[in-house]
């Protein structure tokens, strides 16, 4: 998984809260199908956009690995969306 450098500290919030979606593709245009950034607080986001992945994440069941939990928030701020709206057409976005 590649990184996308960000700001100490922040981390890459900053181009996140300004940009959104559009940081995002162009992220992965740059760094991948596959690549994460840092938050502030020592979180990281990660994306994966090759099916495999994605397969592999999401046939998992959620006492193994979940990401509801760490983007409630997020898709609000980012897409518009509450996470009830989000999580059954997120694999459109």
Avoid: C
Avoid at 13 to 37: M, N, Q, V
């Amino acid at each position: 998984t590649n990184q996308v450098p960000g700001l100490p500290i922040l981390g890459s919030s900053i181009a996140l809260g300004r940009h959104g979606t559009s940081f995002i593709a162009a992220a992965r245009r740059k760094y991948g199908d596959s690549f994460f950034f840092n938050l502030p607080g020592g979180q990281q986001m990660e994306f994966w956009h090759d099916p495999l992945l994605i397969t592999t994440f999401f046939s998992s069941p959620d006492e193994l690995i979940t990401f509801r939990p760490a983007v409630e928030q997020f898709t609000q701020r980012v897409f518009g969306l509450p996470s009830r709206e989000f999580f059954p057409v997120h694999s459109r976005v």
